[in-house]
């Protein structure tokens, strides 16, 4: 054995090749330590993936707010940059216009990351399925098998952390023909002229609704077939995420405030006619041929997709890409079966990421991964890395997996949720928010003062982290 293989550490296992496994896969890396990814795709193919690439984008093809000033999404991607995040890498350079969001194109994107683990040294890919628990030689490995967790993987876990699985569906937009949009009706503009990255200002088409149109529309929805579930697979939808109908049933104007939010947008075909509400949808590839209805998660039927979908103003002709759909997603209760390394507390050599862990997003997931993988690295090289500050936007969702809900664990196992990162889980700021002239902010001025101060102090605590680290 030569003394370079003498040096080599031994590798560290990582399960899932979504967008959590695929960060940890390149952190580990970076760090110097062998990665193997287990990809069980596309061997064995799941209910909402199309592909094999690694990093596919199922959902939607947004990546959320990149304002890093006042949103704490954009906080989080600022943060992934800093770290050098795959992910983020390849998401920048494979954006499409979306306003203020950073969207993609799903399949130069996911090819992007395919190609650059493939092309590193220390990353192997292996494409099989690790069904049950990994084997006990594997010392260090990462669970990052996601939302779509194989059954015989989920049933391991299920049986080591003896909690009952916990279970809720995503839904998934359809995906319409630019082509086939009636652009007499709709027009093209993005929320009170934002441009965001990539963007014009002009980066959504916006269908009007009038209160007519709206309150049949709210019908079609309500009473249109949907898809059924058995009584053991019913469980609660993520908040976050739910199917337009469901909201529609939840009250009547519950999409006008919603999705459906005739806000910021003036029609330039009826400048002085306000609508009641608008349908926006969202470059969802870079040719600008397919765009997504934005938030129209749906468990309609197909057939009722489309006759409900097609009273829109501008989509009476829309042709289909994808229709929408349902997936199943599982996660853990991680404050009670997790430690603060994302380790599980019944096996360490099993550290989790990614949604299965109860971050929720594409965005958290991958940040998940990236901690996770770091943390993984850092234990083979014989060290302990510290979490981030919970003051970051990374250290915020860190605290929320591993022990933001640990007061209330007792309630039983569906208090702790899934949740999207955001302002309201950083430690607040002590402090008033004042004018240049000295006076009190009120109001929406305040709250955007907040926002800012809570960035900044993420961004100083996350450089002060990377110097120690």
Known sequence: MTERQNSTPAPIHIIGGGLAGSEAA????????????HEMRPQRATDAHKTGFCAELVCSNSFRSDDSEANAVGVLHREMRALDSLILRCADAHKVPAGGALAVDRDTFAAAVTHALESEPLVEIRREEVAGLPPAEWDNVIVASGPLTSPALAEAI???????????????????????????????????????PGGT?????????????????????????????????????????????????????????????????????????????IVQLRQDNALGTLYNMVGFQTKLLYG??????????GLEQAEFARLGGLHRNTFLNSPKVLDGGLRLKAQPRLRFAGQITGCEGYVESASVGLIAGRMAAAERL?????????TTALGALLNHITGGHIETIDAGPRSFQPMNVNFGLFPPLDFTPKSPDGKRLRGPEKALAKKRALSARAEADLRAWLADA
């Not at 998934?172 to 082509?179: G, K, L, M, S, T």
């Not at 077939?225 to 697979?233: A, G, H, M, R, S």
């Not at 909201?247 to 947008?265: I, S, W, Y």
């Open 26 to 37: 390149w952190q580990i890396a970076r760090a110097g330590v062998p990665a193997v990814l």
């Open 158 to 196: 299920g049986a080591l952390t003896g909690e009952a699985e916990l279970a809720f569906y995503d839904a998934i937009a359809p995906i319409v023909h630019r082509d086939s949009i009636d652009m007499g009706k709709a027009w093209l503009q993005s929320r009170y002229d934002k441009a965001g």
């Open 201 to 277: 200002g002009a980066d959504y088409i916006n269908c009007p609704l009038d209160r007519d149109q709206y309150e049949a529309f709210v019908d079609a929805l309500i009473d249109g077939p949907k898809t059924q579930f058995k009584d053991f697979e019913k469980t609660p939808y993520f908040d976050g995420c739910l199917p337009i109908e469901v909201m529609a049933e939840r009250g009547r104007e519950t999409l006008r405030h919603g999705p459906m939010k005739p806000v910021g947008l003036t029609n330039p075909h009826h400048p002085t006619v306000k609508p009641y509400a």
């Open 304 to 313: 009722a997709q489309v006759e409900t979908f097609r009273k829109i103003p």
């Open 382 to 390: 014989g060290h302990i890395l510290a979490p981030p500050p919970r």
